[in-house]
């Protein structure tokens, strides 16, 4: 009974490439966000979505493009794939949108960009 | 941009020796904080949250925070090698979900 879902786990492509990350979440949760982790381990957030709604988008390039098609899955899609891009990916969820709401991480997507 | 710091580590510890851990945070209005342990190359997992000032305990761990100086804590009593991974602090509030995260600690516990 996995909680929050990610799909592919490994993800290893060319330069230049378009490439989509889906994530599901079966906790009943409103909000789902990206993170992205770089080869630092800094944990840093992307996106978030509340009921299907964009209410965090900080400062990313305009290559990647968050979804939420229902308030149980988010998924990226990235645009021109570059070096720079690789990292691993988790997607999150939380019950709510406000501060004290506890997210809950998925185990990662490792992209790999040649 | 509010800012969470945290000593990259790695803090050493020998096995059943109180471990702890530190943070500092820059936004005087952040309402929630977390830790989250990290092993290598899985997720986040919630360990402990805490919102009030004064220390929280559950089981091994207990987080302390105080606002007045901006600083939160996380002890773990009687440490086990099965805690050896990187802890992450991260801050939320005041102003929506949006948590910040600390580069995280790297702890190792010695047998």
């Known amino acids: 009974d996995t909680a929050v879902s990610q799909t592919p786990k490994y993800l290893v492509t060319q330069m230049g490439n378009d490439k989509s990350i889906k994530c599901e979440q079966n906790l009943g949760h409103d909000t789902m966000y990206w993170y992205k982790q770089d080869s630092k381990k800094f944990l840093k957030i992307m996106f978030s979505?509340?009921?299907?709604?964009?209410?965090i988008n900080e400062t990313v390039p305009n290559r990647f493009s968050p979804k939420s098609p229902d308030k149980a899955h988010l998924n990226l899609h990235i645009n021109s794939l570059e070096l720079g891009d690789s990292a691993v990916y988790f997607c999150a969820s939380s019950p709510g949108s406000r501060a004290t709401d506890t997210q809950y991480f998925g185990p990662g997507t490792r992209l790999t960009v040649l | 941009q509010k800012e969470v710091e945290q000593n990259s580590g790695p803090l050493s510890v020998p096995e059943g020796a109180i471990a702890s851990l530190n943070c500092t945070y820059s936004d005087r209005g952040s309402q929630s904080f977390f830790w989250y342990r990290q092993y290598s190359g899985k997720s986040p997992e919630l360990i402990m949250f805490?919102?009030?000032?004064g220390d929280k305990e559950d089981g091994r761990f207990t987080a302390q925070l105080n606002k007045a100086s901006q600083y939160v804590s996380l002890l773990i009593r009687d440490s086990q090698p099965s805690d050896s991974a990187t802890y992450l602090c991260a801050v939320g509030g005041p102003y929506g979900n949006k948590l910040v995260f600390g580069a995280g600690t790297i702890l190792r516990v010695k047998s």
């Open positions: 805490i919102y009030s000032n």
């Open positions: 979505y509340n009921n299907k709604e964009l209410i």
